[in-house]
């Protein structure tokens, strides 16, 4: 192990030799990468900040997931959990605030948007994004199953129109907070806190260009389907060796879950004056991490100007600053670039991956610096002390 690791070192301290002597072939084909890395980073990378991000795609558990989406559409949904501000969600106002809500969400087609404020925190409300929504259940559209003889009833838990009588509201809480199938689902036991159940059609929409092969240009229909032509008995012949055809499904992008969640924002912020919402889910949780990456940005930017300050406060020099950034500032590039061009997403992984390209790479850098101008301070020459920095910068990071 020792003479690998020695002659790594030996073949490390040649390289800024070859390097310095090819400068102009060097200087080029950096360049040249650099630009392509840019350019697959702008223009083609995706975000992925989902769960499953962390879940090989190959992985049993994504084939049962999309299994389960073919048979029963998308399990992403938008939880609206909220507080009456009144202590009771089952008070007139409240009740009449989430049955309000509940029919703006599932008839948005017909939302105004003058009504609606045209950006919140700097993302644009764009109602047509609520096209995304599969279904809305709520305390205005919960069935209570019944049985009378041989009738079998569903009716709604909250009617219609509304009752103004304190004694058929009261009517309606017992009767819901007897019904053990909603309690904790849609409200909670006390009658303060409710939710709002948002499912969406995100992860089950096939990719573009998708088409089943039953839909085929050259797919017919076999003769036993003539029966349903007349009133006689069906009868099909099913062919048990047949392969079911795999759904490619689009990825989602984490920006998608942004724009979406923007507009449930804007139309249940109609409602805060009723209303306290705490909403829950991949949407709010993306939303979330989005703002969280623009602050991390701007913390990015500050922790960049503590370690100038640092390389400075050392060195003393202004090519031991500038080097050290731009060869870290290069790697994260290429990182990010090369993900791109794979056509694999930014996730929480690649996210922490270019944390770790940082610190190492600074500490790196401060080593190879320090045995530098450590060599120079003994009166080696320039090119001898950087060949024979990386040697002693690894000595200096690990035993030798």
């Known amino acids: 192990?020792?003479?690998?690791?020695?002659?790594?070192?030996?073949?490390?301290?040649?390289?800024?030799?070859?390097?310095?002597?090819?400068?102009?072939?060097?200087?080029?084909?950096?360049?040249?990468?650099?630009?392509?890395?840019?350019?697959?980073?702008?223009?083609?990378?995706?975000?992925?900040?989902?769960?499953?991000?962390?879940?090989?795609?190959?992985?049993?558990?994504?084939?049962?997931?999309?299994?389960?989406?073919?048979?029963?559409?998308?399990?992403?949904?938008?939880?609206?959990?909220?507080?009456?501000?009144?202590g009771d969600v089952f008070s007139a106002r409240s009740l009449q605030a989430v049955q309000q809500l509940t029919?703006?969400?599932?008839?948005?087609?017909?939302?105004?948007?003058?009504?609606?404020?045209?950006?919140?925190?700097?993302?644009?409300?764009?109602?047509?994004?609520?096209?995304?929504?599969?279904?809305?259940?709520?305390?205005?559209?919960?069935?209570?199953?019944?049985?009378?003889?041989?009738?079998?009833?569903s009716e709604r838990l909250v009617p219609e129109t509304l009752p103004e009588s304190a004694a058929e509201l009261q009517a309606i809480r017992d009767r819901a907070l007897a019904e053990d199938d909603y309690r904790l689902l849609f409200y909670s036991a006390d009658g303060r806190y409710a939710g709002i159940l948002i499912q969406t059609v995100f992860g089950a929409e096939p990719i573009e260009g998708f088409t089943p092969q039953i839909d085929g240009a050259d797919v017919t229909l076999d003769l036993s389907f003539s029966a349903f032509d007349t009133d006689s008995a069906v009868t099909l012949d099913v062919d048990e060796q047949a392969d079911v055809q795999d759904i490619p499904f689009q990825t989602v992008d984490m920006f998608e879950y942004c724009r979406f969640f923007t507009?449930?924002?804007?139309?249940?912020?109609?409602?805060?004056?009723v209303l306290e919402f705490h909403p829950v889910g991949n949407p709010p949780m993306n939303d979330f991490i989005n703002r969280m990456l623009q602050q991390m940005m701007v913390l990015g930017v500050a922790m960049v100007g503590v370690f100038v300050g640092l390389l400075w406060a050392l060195f003393r020099s202004f090519s031991a600053v500038v080097w050290p950034i731009l060869t870290i500032a290069l790697s994260l590039l290429w990182t990010w670039g090369a993900t791109a061009w794979l056509g694999v997403p930014m996730s929480t992984m690649l996210v922490l991956t270019c944390l770790l390209i940082f610190a190492c790479g600074i500490a790196d850098c401060v080593h190879v610096m320090s045995a530098y101008f450590g060599f120079r301070r003994e009166g080696l020459a320039h090119a001898t002390a950087g060949r024979h920095s990386p040697a002693r910068a690894r000595c200096c990071a690990g035993p030798c």
């Open 1 to 86: 192990m020792d003479k690998t690791l020695l002659s790594l070192s030996r073949f490390f301290a040649l390289i800024p030799l070859w390097s310095l002597r090819a400068r102009t072939v060097v200087l080029a084909l950096v360049l040249g990468f650099s630009l392509v890395m840019a350019w697959g980073a702008w223009t083609r990378t995706t975000l992925d900040m989902t769960i499953v991000s962390f879940i090989d795609q190959d992985d049993p558990a994504i084939a049962a997931l999309n299994e389960f989406r073919e048979q029963f559409g998308s399990d992403d949904s938008v939880f609206l959990v909220y507080r009456a501000l009144d």
């Open 263 to 273: 507009a449930i924002r804007a139309v249940y912020g109609q409602h805060a004056d």
């Open 103 to 153: 029919q703006e969400l599932d008839n948005w087609q017909t939302l105004d948007p003058a009504a609606y404020p045209a950006a919140i925190d700097g993302e644009p409300v764009v109602l047509e994004e609520l096209g995304k929504i599969r279904r809305v259940q709520s305390l205005s559209t919960a069935r209570v199953k019944s049985v009378e003889g041989d009738t079998l009833r």
